[in-house]
């Protein structure tokens, strides 16, 4: 079971990717979903036993490497915080496994397709289960391999190419920090094995690296690494890039599964960072400001999906900040509902490009929710719970968050709480300005394009109606386990809070307006929404004309490409150029080259009383032998 | 008299010659000749290397001393006799030259078609001075398999490589004498004064502090144009450019260990204050390698070119990991080594079948490959990632061990390490782009076939080695885990020797 649910996607993989060309598209698709559903058993079995009953396990497999001290394995580590991980995920993939077999219905490729959307959620669930920093670095490189598989997955296509290779680069640079991070923990701890760490964080309060505490660089730089690959400020811009893969990966790898990785490595290294407070003061600043930075952003993108991956961008600032005031199980319980509700908005954007043939622009699209009321629908359920409506599910998560920040009293807090506050307002807006700029109004595509919409197939509506369920509910069953009065005993340790972290009781007794706030925005965002782009439909037009220099500058997503272009992009090639033509070919072969030249020509004059160059070679190596000898000795 | 009850590494270094001497009897027709010359450096490498396998099951892991030993006096007056043998840090590399010519030889099989008579006797001859270089413990005998390696190399680049290959051929060969010459000096004077070459008797010399730094220089300047390091690069470029997929094989796969197989046997134990005392100086030389030639492997139009510049930024790496003398940072050393040898040596391969097909190694010339060639994609793909360091593949282990060991030496040299992670990715993923990814525009790429089964059993077992020693590397590290920790503890106590005495 512990096994099974790790390892039947990677079986679904092999089959799809190897033998996908003998046994047909079909099968092949079909094999993955069944052995992603035989996961998704194992893996709700898993989380009962686990998380509910209690009961944690590791299950070790084998030794990976063991040099000098450092040693780990590979192993499964089965506690509740990975449980709730291996539950979702394989529920999620399941569901989205079975989406694209009527998504990809048209493709000529599908059993690629499929093989790396297994091979993707096997990463994932090596990333969850790890129970040291090196495998989990495995999971967190492998989930980079697959996105980036999967986002070239047309690879005739220039841009998604591109897209591919700047998500793995900028994840890269990440992934850099991670790695030191690994070795600084090494360094510091002796191991990187999660159980000896945590035992031993006590012992190295004190320890300094360089005059800084050890514990917050180690923090500082695992931090980084989970910016890269949870799409934070600075290292955000591969993620709107990355919609060019196709729609069932942007909502299994874009919004429900990979780029919660940062968190959860937040959440998993929570005993190292409830000592170190000034990495969590960086956490929590620039997951705020993420937040409200993307939230800005997308309420001006015109592309459905990147409208959705702003939002997942805002979203996952929400989840840093919460780990951030120390609210991990805060985090984890927004990471768990965001799950659906984003898989679903994903999967419900990706029916409306398929029911639109392939067009992404809302600004031609209108007038359609009755031609796909199914679609309409689950958008609607989805955009409210993410908008954090009450009962559903965004609503207790995210209201918890927000408590959470305000309760934790601290200046960092606030101002988390501040930019929290206004993303939610700017949530509730971009969402309704989506579904009414896709749904409502006239209709703007063409004739022909129009004529064409239609409801999707079975086999992608049922996902979107059991992801539209968890949008629902999750929020409601759940919020009791996750940081409700069960917390404990759900958690079971998984999640340390230190001593002098009170938050989880902090957050129930804040002032009565706190719960009541944002519900508020976002009910207001909502209104401005309606007002905007329903009722007076000229309002935007004339805003974006008067404050012509403040939309350029959120159309063009604050210019951070152009910047990194001009700063790293273009200088490298530069560089690379300068050290190439000049570095080597002038300067290093230079001198050499006169040399060899000189040499060749000595050689040739050999060669006119030797035979042939072997005999040369040699006769010009006993002369040699024979000259430096002679030289040594006399020098003695 | 060893575990193999017979002279067993001899064996495997001169049987390659017993080969080589058959090929050149073979009389008849061209055809029939090439045919014979094949099949019979076919055998012999195979042969030899299911032999070497013996190595494998016998070493005992658990010993840090030279097994497998052979002595023979040759010239006892002067203390120089012959004398063979390996320990955990040589033995894989003779597995790794004998596992990498029967590949190398299949991968000629249609590639090369003149003069394939000489062209096979000067492989086998080359797999003779490689092993006997690995498992040489003799410095003499050392210094001339060292050197006569070059000779076969600088043959099959002049002789069957591309327009430039005089050039090249020149090129490599003096770049890499004109530093023996001053290795040769350090060995006659550590010979006059420690009476031996004997290698094992060496390590009980010590050399005077004086010396050691005059020598050091004179080792790396040997080892550091073999490696090669930073700026000593240049010739590895061009020499892998003209010489044919085979060369390149064995030049990236273990011809470049051999400067830091020396390091390691001989930098190390016989000098290691000048060792301790020079290592930030080749920390620098080593993170300048990794980020310029990274840099510069990002410019490249050639693919070959741009696999050569990707080595010497491994090699950086390797050198990084070497001079951090500790278990993590030499074990890494040791292991990016061999991960390199058979990543890289896959990544030539693959050019190689691209090369075989169109005659062409210039990047702009392909694109879209993957649609008529998806089997080869999905190859390439592997060894680009494992060339780019993914965890579970073989370059990752020994990265990461490197950058571990590092960090516990010097942090900014682990980050200067670990931009190559960056870099690397980029490159390579450039490179994958532009030759696989994209549209399917030149007409004449359209009737490219995807891979041969011949080409098929290239691959194979280096596919197998790659993920086997990313996914469970323990068995390999096993093998040096012993020397190593013996060198380590070696080194410390040397430099706590040194530290009383200047008290």
């Known amino acids: 079971m512990f096994v099974g649910a790790i390892f039947f996607p990677l079986l679904g993989a092999c089959i799809s990717g190897f033998l996908g060309r003998w046994i047909g598209d079909k099968a092949a698709q079909w094999s993955t979903v069944i052995c992603m559903v035989l996961a998704a058993i194992c893996g709700s079995l898993a989380f009962g036993q686990v998380a509910l009953s209690g009961h944690p396990v590791t299950v070790e497999i084998v030794t990976w490497m063991d040099v000098g001290g450092l040693e780990f394995a590979w192993a499964l580590r089965y506690d509740t915080l990975a449980a709730v991980m291996v539950a979702m995920v394989t529920f999620i993939s399941t569901l989205i496994h079975l989406y694209s077999v009527g998504y990809m219905s048209h493709d000529e490729t599908p059993s690629r397709f499929f093989a790396y959307l297994s091979l993707f959620t096997f990463m994932m669930l090596m990333l969850v289960t790890a129970d040291n920093l090196a495998q989990l670095f495995f999971g967190w490189e492998g989930v980079g391999l697959a996105s980036y598989l999967l986002i070239g997955y047309w690879y005739d296509r220039e841009s998604a190419n591109r897209a591919a290779m700047k998500a793995f680069i900028v994840n890269r640079v990440g992934d850099v920090s991670f790695m030191l991070g690994v070795a600084l923990t090494f360094y510091v701890f002796g191991s990187i094995e999660f159980d000896t760490i945590f035992a031993a964080v006590p012992q190295h309060l004190e320890d300094r690296f360089g005059g800084i505490p050890a514990l917050e660089l180690i923090g500082v730089l695992l931090f980084i690494g989970a910016c890269g690959k949870s799409a934070q400020l600075g290292l955000h811009t591969w993620l709107p890039d990355a919609m060019e893969g196709p729609t069932p990966v942007s909502a299994l790898i874009h919004a429900a599964t990979m780029v919660t990785a940062g968190v959860f490595l937040v959440c998993r290294m929570s005993p190292v960072f409830e000592y170190a407070p000034t990495a969590l003061a960086v956490v929590t600043v620039v997951g705020a400001s993420t937040a409200l930075f993307a939230a800005t952003i997308g309420c001006v993108q015109n592309d459905i999906k990147r409208v959705i991956a ?75 719970a993410l908008a954090g409506i009450p009962f559903f599910a965004g609503y207790y998560s995210k209201d918890a968050i927000l408590e959470a920040a305000f309760a934790s009293h601290s200046g960092v807090g606030m101002y988390a709480f501040l930019c929290g506050m206004i993303a939610a307002f700017l949530t509730a807006f971009y969402s309704w300005r989506l579904l009414i700029l896709t749904f409502h109004g006239a209709p703007r595509a063409d004739h022909h394009t129009m004529e064409h919409v239609h409801e999707s197939p079975a086999v992608m509506l049922i996902p979107l109606l059991l992801l539209a369920v968890g949008a629902v509910l999750t929020g409601y069953i759940f919020a009791p386990l996750f940081i409700g009065e069960h917390e404990h005993g759900f958690w079971h340790g998984a999640i340390l809070n230190a001593e002098h972290n009170h938050i989880l009781h902090a957050m129930h007794e804040v002032p009565a307006w706190v719960p009541l706030a944002p519900t508020v925005m976002g009910i207001g965002g909502i209104a401005l929404a309606y007002v905007f782009y329903m009722l007076a439909p000229g309002i935007p037009g004339r805003l974006a004309t008067a404050f012509r220099g403040l939309y350029l500058f959120l159309l063009n997503k604050w210019y951070f490409d152009e910047l990194y272009d001009a700063i790293f992009v273009r200088p490298a090639r530069r560089l690379a150029m300068v050290f190439w033509k000049t570095g080597d070919a002038q300067i290093i072969d230079g001198m050499p080259n006169g040399a060899a030249s000189l040499a060749v020509g000595v050689a040739r004059g050999a060669v006119r009383i030797q035979t042939g160059r072997v005999a040369n070679y040699a006769f010009a190596m006993i002369i040699g032998l024979v000259v430096f000898v002679s030289l040594f000795l006399i020098g003695r | 008299m060893n575990a193999a009850g017979f002279p067993l590494l001899s064996l495997l270094t001169f049987l390659p010659l017993a080969g080589a001497a058959i090929i050149l009897f073979v009389r008849g027709e061209e055809a029939v000749v090439a045919r014979n010359a094949r099949w019979t450096a076919l055998w012999t490498s195979l042969l030899v290397f299911f032999l070497s396998l013996i190595l494998w099951v016998k070493f005992d892991t658990s010993s840090a001393g030279f097994q497998f030993e052979e002595k023979l006096s040759w010239l006892p007056e002067f203390g120089v006799g012959y004398h063979m043998g390996v320990d955990g840090i040589s033995v894989l590399f003779v597995l790794l030259s004998t596992a990498l010519t029967p590949l190398c030889i299949l991968a000629s099989w249609e590639a090369i078609e003149t003069r394939v008579r000489e062209y096979m006797v000067a492989f086998l001859i080359l797999e003779t001075m490689m092993v006997g270089m690995f498992a040489a413990l003799d410095f003499i005998i050392f210094y001339v398999f060292f050197e006569a390696v070059l000779i076969p190399m600088f043959l099959i680049i002049g002789v069957w490589g591309g327009p430039r290959r005089v050039y090249a051929a020149f090129k490599f060969f003096l770049y890499t004498l004109l530093g023996s010459v001053l290795m040769l000096l350090a060995i006659l004077y550590l010979w006059y004064n420690a009476g031996t070459t004997d290698i094992p008797e060496l390590f009980e010399y010590q050399v005077p502090r004086a010396a050691q730094t005059w020598i050091f220089f004179a080792f790396l300047a040997s080892f550091a144009v073999k490696v090669p390091m930073w700026p000593v690069h240049t010739w590895l470029p061009d020499a892998h450019v003209e010489a044919p997929t085979a060369g390149s094989v064995i030049l990236a796969g273990v011809l470049l260990k051999m400067g830091a197989y020396g390091f390691l046997r001989f930098s190390l134990p016989l000098l290691p204050e000048a060792s301790v005392q020079f290592a930030p100086l080749i920390f620098v030389l080593s993170v300048v390698a990794v980020v310029y030639t990274s840099l510069v492997a990002l410019a490249q139009e050639d693919m070959k070119k741009l696999i050569a510049y990707s080595s010497v930024a491994h090699m950086g790496i390797v050198t990084i990991g070497i001079f951090t003398i500790n278990a993590q940072g030499l074990s890494g050393a040791l292991f990016t080594m061999l991960a390199h ?40 793909m592997l060894f680009t990632m494992a060339s780019v360091g993914l965890p579970g593949t073989a370059n990752f282990v020994g990265e990461f061990l490197v950058i571990v060991g590092a960090w516990r030496i010097n942090p900014w040299v682990a980050f200067g390490g670990a931009l190559g992670m960056v870099l690397g990715a980029a490159y390579m993923l450039y490179l994958y782009r532009r030759v696989i990814f994209g549209k399917l525009t030149k007409p004449d790429l359209r009737a490219l076939l995807d891979l041969s089964p011949r080409e098929y059993a290239v691959f194979a077992p280096l596919i197998l080695l790659a993920l086997w020693m990313g996914v469970y590397p323990q068995p390999f590290l096993d093998f040096f885990e012993a020397s190593v920790a013996a060198l380590v503890q070696r080194h410390e106590a040397a430099m706590s020797v040194s530290r009383l005495a200047g008290m």
């Open chain 1, 310 to 384: 702003y939002s997942t961008c805002s979203q996952l600032g929400y989840m840093f900040f919460a780990a951030g005031v120390g609210a991990y199980q805060v985090a984890m319980f927004h990471l768990f509902t965001h799950a659906f509700f984003k898989a679903l908005l994903f999967l419900g954007a990706g029916s409306v490009i398929h029911a639109m043939s392939d067009e992404q622009d809302i600004r031609k699209m209108g007038g359609i929710w009755s031609k796909i009321p199914i679609t309409y629908a689950v958008m609607w359920i989805g955009n409210l």
């Open chain 2, 341 to 380: 040898g058979v990543v890289s040596g896959a990544l030539f391969l693959c050019v190689g079948v691209l090369y075989d097909r169109v005659h062409s190694r210039d990047i702009l010339r392909y694109g879209g490959v993957a649609k008529i060639m998806p089997s080869y994609a999905m190859v390439f």
